[in-house]
């Protein structure tokens, strides 16, 4: 049995019994109804009276019992003695204590050839995911959305279904945030919201916004508030959602750090994951958002698929032309000043009192306080505030920074970059407001600004301002541009290589698998949301992860707006998972390794002009590996029909899981109930559609096995592209695969060389029915042949 005991002020652990492993959980789909509840109904009247008489009462609070995945229960607890007692007891397989979970969030259809090259297929976008559910674990949604609403004028689906799941019994349940969850409604409405729903934010229109996947059914699971969860509320939901047969379960939140233990794929998350995609479900996670670092990864087992992020093409490009002619762009989104008329520019600093009430001298130049502002002075102007480290460490908002503006009555406002602020802190910044305004997100257009400023701004003795000469205006900036130069990595992306353990000894599995748009993303939002009750308690943004940092943020600059811009892994996760919901339609038979391997084998590695795709490394445009993108970027048209598939199944992952070094047999019994085959393999033989070899010794062979799903027998012939240090041999070269049959490939990777570095290459497969079929190699030699 798992069991689970945490939370505020003691601690959750997940226990596992032994009498109820992976092969006596109910797999829902293979019994009927009566059977699921009996089944469940004995399990959880099994944990009741196993606590009940180990237990004295009122030394803990039960939460949960999984039945479904797993056999086990998660507890709250602030007492040794209990932990020690159910540790203890006879049955229990595990133990695990409770951990944090973090949350990684109109254009992207058309950007990745959806209306054109897939919906066609199935009769057009309103019938595009019909028949396949999709599963979200996030912070609920507001179902009255036209995101989601059979009942909108614009939308006729009535085909759309929504459960959810309040899966969290120590928070209070009755706020009106436990359904309308903001980032849950950009996520959902992502992978599965109604097609053509006008986009309109601050009254203005940017265009009309569709799902992947506008005709699949969405079942939503709340477990996550703006600061994230916990890993028992996210397993609950996992739980509950394969029961519920889900099809596809799509998570934009992982861990905090790399799990504790012998391997991260041995934590309870990624277990119950294994047990999901043993169900034939489907698991499709963020990568996280801790790039450009390396090993920065936070999504860690080959069955599941991780999801990295990319900027688009589409850009927004508003300016500011200043009274000397000079012309300077930034971001943000806003309507112009009024008219052609040149207004004049001030300093926050220069019509602000002599002496502040804010306990900040920060809050002065960041615009956070309208009692800082002489009145007469500030209004009809365009004032320069500042972006400082407080918007970064202390809480200050773009968003507060508006409402200032509006309540002095200046004629808008210049957010000018601090020298203290990394640019890499803010190239993906972006927001929405009334107030006519700009960002000038880098140092060079900053300073030029403020050189302006200084020199018509006419000073008294004592340095007051007394004239305000400069003059400016804000020019309509949200209209978009498409550069056609795009996917490119996002900094925010977290980047492989894949790790074994908190050690961060590296693993033989490429991470992330697929990249996906997730910067700037438009998308459903929560107009009537007030704040997370959850959250109250949380007052220095610095406790927060990047995508909870954003959610906050993007509530107060969208407060009463049904639709909201963010950025994050969390955003490009949905993406994938309604282009899988597609695949899944047109294959619903396929399992999800199947489905995993069609992505992975057809996806880009060029952008749309054709040259390498590249990854924004700090302040720096690199090119792009597969530790930055994985296989590269999804092609939807090209993965419905990919050729051939590379699968894996569940004793493939626990044969795996055998091979991970440091992990023994008692260590994957405990973890999936079932121990280890007397033959070993190495981690690099499992059957996925990809080879990572994170120690290369003299030589290794490996064997892959390929199935045809074309509709026709087809020849391939291997073209070999070998990474740096590696020669590459491929048997046989050349091989046909008749209709629904599986040939092997037998793969020799010899160490030329020590390159003290990871270094990439590629299978691919070239058909004669025009299908390719790629297979990205990372190979780091250890040491060469004959050493």
């Known amino acids: 049995?798992?069991?689970?005991?945490?939370?505020?002020?003691?601690?959750?652990?997940?226990?596992?019994?032994?009498?109820?492993?992976?092969?006596?959980?109910?797999?829902?789909?293979?019994?009927?109804?009566?059977?699921?509840?009996?089944?469940?109904?004995?399990?959880?009247?099994?944990?009741?009276?196993?606590?009940?008489?180990?237990?004295?009462?009122?030394?803990?609070?039960?939460?949960?019992?999984?039945?479904?995945?797993?056999?086990?229960?998660?507890?709250?607890?602030?007492?040794?003695?209990?932990?020690?007692?159910?540790?203890?007891?006879?049955?229990?397989?595990?133990?695990?204590?409770?951990?944090?979970?973090?949350?990684?969030?109109?254009?992207?259809?058309?950007?990745?050839?959806?209306?054109?090259?897939?919906?066609?297929?199935?009769?057009?976008?309103?019938?595009?995911?019909?028949?396949?559910?999709?599963?979200?674990?996030?912070?609920?949604?507001?179902?009255?959305?036209?995101?989601?609403?059979s009942q909108s004028a614009l939308v006729t689906d009535e085909r759309k279904q929504l459960f959810m799941g309040n899966l969290m019994p120590h928070v209070i349940m009755d706020h009106p945030l436990m359904l309308m969850g903001m980032e849950g409604n950009h996520t959902a409405s992502i992978a599965a919201g109604n097609y053509h729903i006008p986009v309109v934010n601050n009254n203005f229109t940017y265009g009309y916004a569709s799902g992947m996947a506008p005709a699949a059914r969405i079942s939503i699971y709340k477990a996550l508030y703006t600061f994230g969860g916990y890993m028992s509320d996210v397993v609950a939901a996992v739980d509950q959602a394969v029961e519920d047969g889900v099809d596809i379960l799509s998570l934009s939140i992982g861990p905090s750090s790399v799990p504790s233990g012998p391997s991260a794929f041995l934590s309870v998350l990624e277990t119950v994951l294994l047990f999901a995609t043993r169900a034939g479900v489907l698991v499709i996670q963020a990568a996280g958002n801790g790039g450009p670092t390396s090993s920065s990864i936070l999504s860690f087992s080959p069955w599941i698929t991780s999801v990295a992020s990319s900027i688009t093409d589409r850009k927004y490009r508003p300016s500011i032309k200043l009274g000397n002619g000079q012309l300077f762009t930034g971001t943000g989104l806003s309507p112009p000043t009024a008219g052609e008329e040149l207004f004049p520019i001030a300093t926050a600093a220069d019509v602000s009192q002599g002496k502040v009430t804010t306990t900040s001298p920060f809050f002065v130049d960041s615009c956070q306080n309208a009692d800082s502002f002489i009145p007469y002075l500030v209004q009809g102007k365009l004032i320069i505030c500042t972006y400082t480290p407080v918007f970064e460490f202390e809480g200050a908002t773009i968003g507060a920074v508006a409402e200032t503006i509006q309540k002095v009555g200046a004629a808008g406002f210049i957010l000018a970059t601090d020298h203290e602020i990394q640019p890499e802190q803010i190239e993906n910044s972006m927001f929405s407001l009334q107030v006519p305004s700009i960002f000038l997100n880098n140092m060079q257009s900053s300073a030029a600004l403020l050189e302006y400023y200084n020199t018509g701004t006419i000073r008294s003795k004592n340095g007051s301002a007394v004239h305000f000469n400069a003059r400016a205006r804000i020019l309509e900036g949200r209209h978009a541009i498409y550069t056609g130069k795009a996917p490119v990595v996002a900094s925010y992306s977290s980047r492989g290589p894949d790790v074994n353990n908190a050690l961060l000894q590296t693993a033989d599995v490429l991470k992330p698998n697929i990249m996906a748009p997730g910067s700037s993303i438009w998308a459903a939002w929560s107009p009537n949301g007030e704040g997370d009750p959850y959250n109250k308690g949380i007052t220095d943004p610095c406790q927060l992860s990047f995508d909870a940092?954003?959610?906050?943020?993007?509530?107060?600059?969208?407060?009463?707006?049904?639709?909201?811009?963010?950025?994050?892994?969390?955003?490009?996760?949905?993406?994938?998972?309604?282009?899988?919901?597609?695949?899944?339609?047109?294959?619903?038979?396929?399992?999800?390794?199947?489905?995993?391997?069609?992505?992975?084998?057809?996806?880009?590695?060029?952008?749309?002009?054709?040259?390498?795709?590249?990854?924004?490394?700090?302040?720096?445009?690199?090119n792009a590996t597969p530790f930055d993108f994985g296989a590269g970027f999804i092609n939807p048209a090209r993965a419905i029909d990919p050729g051939l598939v590379f699968e894996a199944g569940y004793y493939d992952y626990v044969q795996f899981l055998c091979a991970v070094p440091g992990v023994d047999d008692m260590s994957v019994r405990r973890a999936v109930g079932v121990g280890c085959p007397k033959r070993k393999k190495w981690c690099s033989d499992l059957n996925t559609a990809s080879l990572t070899v994170s120690n290369l010794v003299g030589s290794r062979k490996v064997i892959r096995r390929l199935s045809n799903v074309g509709s026709e027998n087809e020849r391939y012939k291997v073209v070999v592209r070998e990474p740096l240090g590696v020669r590459v041999r491929v048997f046989p070269q050349v091989f046909e695969v008749r209709v629904n049959a599986s040939t092997h490939l037998r793969i020799v990777l010899e160490a030329t060389e020590v390159t003290n570095r990871y270094n990439f290459g590629e299978l691919v497969l070239q058909g004669n029915r025009k299908h390719v079929v790629r297979v990205p190699m990372a190979v780091f030699v250890g040491s060469p042949l004959g050493s």
């Open 1 to 149: 049995m798992v069991a689970a005991v945490g939370g505020g002020g003691g601690n959750h652990y997940c226990t596992d019994l032994l009498q109820g492993d992976s092969n006596h959980c109910c797999w829902g789909r293979q019994l009927n109804d009566k059977d699921v509840v009996v089944y469940r109904e004995r399990l959880i009247s099994g944990h009741d009276i196993f606590l009940d008489s180990l237990l004295q009462r009122g030394t803990f609070t039960k939460l949960y019992s999984y039945t479904h995945l797993i056999n086990g229960f998660a507890v709250h607890t602030t007492s040794e003695k209990v932990i020690h007692s159910i540790r203890r007891a006879k049955g229990v397989r595990a133990i695990h204590e409770d951990i944090k979970m973090e949350k990684f969030t109109t254009h992207t259809p058309d950007f990745l050839g959806i209306p054109i090259g897939v919906w066609p297929t199935f009769g057009g976008a309103r019938n595009s995911g019909e028949g396949v559910v999709i599963g979200l674990v996030d912070t609920g949604i507001n179902p009255f959305h036209p995101s989601f609403t």
């Open 549 to 622: 940092q954003n959610y906050i943020y993007s509530e107060l600059d969208n407060k009463g707006e049904e639709f909201a811009l963010l950025s994050g892994t969390s955003m490009a996760t949905p993406h994938i998972a309604g282009v899988a919901a597609l695949i899944k339609q047109k294959h619903p038979h396929w399992s999800p390794s199947a489905i995993l391997s069609a992505m992975i084998t057809t996806a880009d590695v060029t952008d749309e002009s054709g040259s390498p795709l590249l990854a924004q490394n700090d302040i720096h445009l690199a």
